[in-house]
């Protein structure tokens, strides 16, 4: 070969020790900074132990754990001033606890709750032995909620409508409609272009999308492009009733989401100027427990309090 002709065999094989002493010396320093580095120690996770299922009580640190309700459709109801209300029913729907999660923070735990029913042959095999380590059937939804750990509830707890108070403040969580590609006007809410003589087909365009300098579009311009479709927070809203024959809360207002869709309802985390709670009601905590519980008639509805807002305030 060429390079043997222009390089001696001892000067080759200088060089080749040379190279391996100097891979070695970058192998020990490296071992070395390793072993002299103070790497992050892995942190404790911790699980609360719950054994049986008994009343607690609330304070203004806890946590209960949110449900998983189907939304039924909209309606209306009237409070006690006769004054039409719109209102979201939601349905539980076999909303059971299914498995206790560990974490890092032993000042917070994370519960695994189901909702709904699913036939064995339609769920994964990984899928199905969980269930089946917990001993609780096939659900079609499953959501995880942190909570505070005198919260935690019991693998295989029911979770019914009594769990809300009427007149407390909750938020809801879902997936909103998807509306496909849509343009800047409906998308982003721009005026569009002016539509007098001269305008030619650029009526609904979104204009111009940057500079000569830098010659690019900055990232996060709002330009066309798919509309809806994620997870919408709709935060305080007041459960006006709950039934507890039916399973169902109404919630005022609108709830993102199609019928039938999967909501997760949970404790209000954002108090501003109001209470989660109203005055002197009792708190299901960590859930309502049927025997243990005040016993609760069918309908609870919340009342609005106040003066009549249809009889004008006497001067």
Same mark, same amino acid.
């Given at each position: 070969?060429?390079?043997?002709?222009?390089?001696?065999? !001892?000067? /080759?094989?200088?060089?080749?020790? +040379?190279?391996?002493? *100097?891979?070695?010396?970058?192998?020990?320093?490296?071992?070395?900074?390793? /072993?002299?580095?103070? =790497?992050?120690?892995?942190?404790?996770?911790?699980?609360?132990?719950?054994?049986?299922?008994?009343?607690?009580?609330?304070?203004? +640190?806890?946590?209960?754990?949110?449900?998983?309700?189907?939304?039924?459709?909209?309606?209306?109801?009237?409070?006690?001033?006769?004054?039409?209300?719109?209102?979201?029913?939601?349905?539980?729907?076999?909303?059971?606890?299914?498995?206790?999660?560990?974490?890092?923070?032993?000042?917070?735990?994370?519960?695994?709750?189901?909702?709904?029913?699913?036939?064995?042959?339609?769920?994964?095999?990984?899928? @199905?032995?969980?269930?089946?380590?917990?001993?609780?059937?096939?659900?079609?939804?499953?959501?995880?909620?942190?909570?505070?750990?005198?919260?935690?509830?019991?693998?295989?707890?029911?979770?019914?409508?009594?769990?809300?108070?009427?007149?407390? @403040?909750?938020?809801?969580?879902?997936? #909103?409609?998807?509306?496909?590609?849509?343009?800047?006007?409906?998308?982003? !809410?721009?005026?569009?272009?002016?539509?007098?003589?001269? +305008? #030619?087909?650029?009526?609904?365009?979104?204009?111009?999308?940057? +500079?000569?300098?830098?010659?690019?579009?900055?990232?996060?311009?709002?330009?066309?492009?798919?509309? !809806?479709? *994620?997870?919408?927070?709709?935060?305080? =809203?007041?459960?006006?009733?709950?039934?507890? /024959?039916?399973?169902?809360?109404?919630?005022?207002?609108?709830?993102?989401?199609?019928?039938?869709?999967?909501?997760?309802?949970?404790?209000?985390?954002?108090?501003?100027?109001?209470?989660?709670?109203?005055?002197? /009601?009792?708190?299901?905590?960590?859930?309502?427990?049927?025997?243990? #519980?005040?016993?609760?008639?069918?309908?609870?509805?919340?009342?609005?309090?106040?003066?009549?807002?249809?009889?004008?305030?006497?001067?």
């Amino acid at each position: 070969m060429l390079w043997r002709t222009h390089f001696p065999i !001892g000067h /080759a094989g200088l060089l080749g020790q +040379n190279l391996k002493s *100097k891979l070695q010396h970058s192998l020990f320093s490296t071992t070395a900074i390793l /072993a002299r580095a103070k =790497l992050p120690q892995e942190k404790e996770r911790f699980k609360p132990e719950v054994t049986e299922l008994k009343l607690g009580t609330y304070t203004s +640190n806890s946590r209960r754990t949110g449900v998983i309700a189907r939304k039924v459709g909209m309606t209306g109801m009237w409070d006690e001033w006769g004054v039409r209300v719109p209102v979201t029913v939601l349905q539980l729907d076999n909303v059971q606890v299914v498995s206790i999660l560990e974490t890092s923070n032993p000042g917070l735990a994370r519960l695994q709750i189901g909702c709904g029913t699913r036939k064995e042959k339609n769920v994964t095999k990984p899928v @199905l032995g969980h269930f089946k380590a917990n001993g609780i059937p096939p659900k079609a939804k499953l959501f995880e909620f942190p909570i505070t750990p005198d919260a935690a509830l019991p693998v295989g707890t029911e979770i019914t409508a009594a769990h809300f108070v009427p007149g407390q @403040l909750v938020d809801v969580t879902a997936p #909103s409609l998807g509306k496909g590609f849509q343009g800047v006007m409906k998308r982003w !809410g721009f005026a569009g272009g002016p539509a007098s003589h001269g +305008n #030619s087909l650029s009526h609904r365009v979104p204009g111009s999308t940057g +500079n000569i300098n830098p010659a690019r579009v900055y990232p996060g311009k709002k330009m066309p492009g798919r509309m !809806g479709g *994620k997870n919408v927070t709709v935060m305080r =809203l007041p459960v006006m009733k709950v039934d507890t /024959a039916l399973n169902c809360i109404w919630v005022k207002g609108s709830v993102p989401g199609h019928d039938n869709q999967f909501i997760k309802v949970r404790d209000s985390i954002k108090i501003v100027k109001h209470c989660l709670f109203p005055e002197g /009601a009792a708190v299901p905590f960590p859930t309502y427990i049927p025997g243990e #519980s005040a016993q609760q008639p069918r309908e609870v509805i919340a009342r609005a309090g106040g003066q009549d807002p249809l009889i004008p305030a006497s001067d």
